[in-house]
T-cell receptor
C-alpha cells in the first residue's frame, strides 16, 4: 500500500487565488513528520514546510500553510495568493520515527498558475 | 554558495561504464542521503549515511555503491551503468537531531543519461 498519496496529478489556479494540494498518508507510528517540497522546472528540490505529528498548531511559512488533520491522516498544502513562480511540481513526504530518517515521497502534483 | 553541491550536474555515459556522482555540503550536517527520481515518480532512497562510519542501504541500492569520505562528502557510484539507471539523482543532508521532523535539504540534482 502506498504510504503517501497525492491524488491530483495536475492542477490549475488563477494568479492571486489560493490553492490546496492534497496529501494523505498511512502510518502506524505515533511519531512522524510530514514535509512538502517544491520542484520547479529547473529540477531542484526546495523544502517548503513541515509538520510534526505532535504539533497541535498547523504549520505556516509565509504564503504556505499545512492543513493537518491527524484523524483523517491528511496533510494538505495551502498556497495563498498564488504567483506565477509557484508553477512547479509539489511533493508531499513523510518521515516515520522508526524509519531511521528515510523520507517517503508521494508522486507529486503539478501546479500551473494562470495569469 | 550553495549549501549542498553536486557534481557533475549533467552526465551522459555508455552502458557498462563506471561513473561516480559526488556530493559536498557546508551545512555541517551528519546525515547524508542519495535519492533517484524517475519521470512522473517521486524520489526513492538509494543509500543513506548517518556518519562517516555508518552507511545503510535504502529502497533501491542494487547496482549502486557509496563512499562517505568525510562528514561533508558522500559519493555515489554506478559500477557498471545500465540504461534503466537513467534518472535525476539527488543528494540530501539533514541535521539528525530533531526527531521525526528532521528536515532534509537537497542539492541541485545530477541528470544522468545512460546510453
Amino acid at each position: 500500500a502506498q504510504k503517501i498519496t497525492q491524488t491530483q496529478p495536475g492542477m490549475f489556479v488563477q494568479e492571486k487565488e489560493a490553492v490546496t494540494l492534497d496529501c494523505t498518508y498511512d502510518t502506524s507510528d505515533q511519531s512522524y513528520g510530514l514535509f512538502w517540497y517544491k520542484q520547479p522546472s529547473s529540477g531542484e528540490m526546495i523544502f517548503l514546510i513541515y509538520q510534526g505529528s505532535y504539533d497541535e498548531q498547523n504549520a505556516t511559512e509565509g504564503r504556505y500553510s499545512l492543513n493537518f488533520q491527524k484523524a483523517r491522516k491528511s496533510a494538505n498544502l495551502v498556497i495563498s495568493a498564488s504567483q506565477l513562480g509557484d508553477s512547479a511540481m509539489y511533493f508531499c513526504a513523510m518521515r516515520e520515527w522508526g524509519s531511521q530518517g528515510n523520507l517517503i515521497f508521494g508522486k507529486g502534483t503539478k501546479l500551473s498558475v494562470k495569469p | 554558495d550553495a549549501d549542498v553541491t553536486q557534481t557533475p550536474r549533467n552526465r551522459i555515459t555508455k552502458t557498462g561504464k563506471r561513473i561516480m556522482l559526488e556530493c559536498s555540503q557546508t551545512k555541517g550536517h551528519d546525515r547524508m542521503y542519495w535519492y533517484r527520481q524517475d519521470p512522473g515518480l517521486g524520489l526513492r532512497l538509494i543509500y543513506y549515511s548517518f556518519d562517516v562510519k555508518d552507511i545503510n542501504k535504502g529502497e533501491i541500492s542494487d547496482g549502486y555503491s557509496v563512499s562517505r569520505q568525510a562528514q561533508a562528502k558522500f559519493s555515489l557510484s554506478l559500477e557498471s551503468a545500465i540504461p534503466n539507471q537513467t534518472a535525476l539523482y539527488f543528494c540530501a543532508t539533514s541535521e539528525g537531531t530533531s526527531g521525526p521532523t528532521d528536515t532534509q535539504y537537497f542539492g541541485p540534482g545530477t541528470r544522468l543519461t545512460v546510453l
